[in-house]
């Protein structure tokens, strides 16, 4: 495996970088076709609008609807590139991923299974289809370390579970932002033109809502954490924190409704104060937001009667709960 | 069952409350022996007290160390009663209350097998032994409520489950602070010259620990459980709220240790504003106090990665988990 070497934010030219990419890119794919998936995160969203920017229509960019997303997120997405002049196709395959997390408990398989359907079954058929010959994808320098570091498996770090993917999947890959950290993709996204929704959007998960759901995913368990999500980003968007989310438990805990008892679910709150992802600290969330968020999740989420807030550094947590 | 009326703090008059109570026990008792289990909360102690004060001798005092205490909780109470005068004797049924609880995980299946061990094995194995008639109990008026309104069932509470303590187990149950919510029991401990550790002290449950770890009480969860809560006390008393503590979850999250991904274990904790448990407003503590906590309890409880803070009033929440 080839040694990757870090950008470091302050050696970052955004226009150099961007100029560079350009010309490595035309030079590697010259009249071939490319696809890549765009999920709308700030990684893919790069990505997406540095290629775009290269090979125009050339580059086929597709969004998976995988159900795992926030409530309206693959619509909301494909319109705003829309906007940008970017044609997105959306692909619906909600019930394949559904299908393939049936039964999973096990964290590592879950993973696993999400990884599996989207490059073997949804996005190799896509790229089949298009007959393209390479795959960009928003790998970034901390999923690099995170994976290597064993802390995490990062779905979209091919290279390095030893898949070769030009034999496996017919595609060559190429990861134009591999050296940049987080903070180093927003420069280049803002760059590049993308609003600010895009640039300053706290990440996701690759595995999306299904890393946070402990336990058995499934569409009533993701509609709960969808909910939770929601008022979890209407309420701590103004703390202009790294990233904030809802986790489903599976833990049932006692609760008190109409003074009867009623055992029922916890939504765990995280906010982090972060640059990478590498480390990370709880927000100090005043505890005014914390108690309306609290009220707003027993009241509008069916079912729960409990919500707690992170106050673990990472390390020793990490960022997700799966 | 006959209907129990209130004494509420305002109309209190402690002396004359402790004098009304020597004069009907007294009268009640006369020259049986009588018998209690002091458990070291704020009601079994001012009981014990009462009592003793009223019969001396007359009066024996257990406490059954059911291994689901505090750290070295049994040795503490009971040679602090011995400073003040009471002897009370130290009855060990750690194995006893582990046998019950094995591979229980219902919340009511745990409780029944606690109540049912420390009545219908232990205690009244010691009734019998001693030949007394009386027993006294410390249940109060919101254990009363919360019964009868079937939030939860306390273990104390015999009547308002039908059971016939004279038919079937051989004594008459006197519980002289029924009326008193807990604030009034603290105003007559403080009277009958307990000292403030035991007066003020946060309540403890009636399950004691098992009533904070979800799922299965084993005597290693018992463990850490009982780690967390001496680290949880230790950290929030100077907040002087009505109750803290930490509960271990079944569910397990994603931490990392030494830059490798390790599965580990989740310890939520609670602090409350109330005064009388019946509704209750979780504990503006400061963040630098949670930030520690968090700290310490990963640092000190093996397999522990993460810490949540609970944020959601009573109700929908409950004070305990279980």
Same sequence: chains 1, 2.
């Avoid at 590697?28 to 076709?33: C, E, I, Q």
């Avoid at 359907?117 to 949804?122: E, G, M």
Wanted: hydrophobic content about 35%; charged content about 30%; some cysteine.
């Amino acid at each position: 495996m080839e040694k990757i070497k870090e950008i470091k934010l302050e050696e970052l030219n955004p226009e150099e970088f961007i100029s560079n990419e350009v010309e490595k890119i035309t030079s590697k794919v010259g009249d071939d076709l490319a696809v890549n998936a765009l999920s709308g995160g700030v990684d893919s969203s790069a990505v997406t609008m540095l290629v775009h920017k290269t090979l125009g229509n050339k580059l086929l960019t597709c969004f998976i609807d995988n159900g795992l997303m926030r409530e309206g997120e693959p619509e909301y997405i494909v319109s705003l590139f829309k906007n940008l002049g970017v044609n997105v196709k959306l692909i619906d395959a909600k019930d394949k991923f559904f299908n393939a997390l049936k039964d999973l408990t096990d964290p590592e398989e879950k993973r696993e299974a999400i990884t599996q359907t989207f490059y073997k079954d949804v996005f190799s058929q896509y790229v089949k289809e298009t007959n393209a010959k390479y795959l960009f994808q928003g790998t970034n320098y901390t999923d690099v370390e995170e994976t290597i570091a064993g802390v995490k498996r990062q779905h979209n770090i091919l290279e390095q579970l030893g898949i070769d993917t030009e034999k496996e999947f017919g595609y060559i890959v190429i990861e134009p932002i591999i050296q940049l950290r987080k903070t180093g993709v927003r420069t280049i996204a803002k760059a590049l033109g993308l609003p600010e929704e895009i640039y300053n959007r706290p990440p996701f998960p690759g595995p999306a809502l299904a890393a946070r759901i402990i336990d058995e995913v499934t569409p009533e368990r993701i509609k709960i954490v969808k909910k939770a999500t929601k008022i979890v980003e209407e309420e701590l968007s103004n703390t202009k924190a790294f990233q904030y989310l809802a986790i489903l438990h599976k833990d049932k805990v006692t609760g008190v409704r109409n003074n009867k008892r009623d055992f029922g679910l916890q939504i765990e709150v995280r906010c982090w104060e972060s640059k990478d992802a590498l480390i990370g600290t709880p927000t100090r969330v005043p505890y005014d937001i914390l108690e309306k968020l609290a009220e707003r999740i027993t009241n509008e989420v069916l079912g729960v009667v409990s919500v707690t807030y992170n106050i673990t550094k990472k390390p020793p947590s990490t960022i997700e709960a799966i």
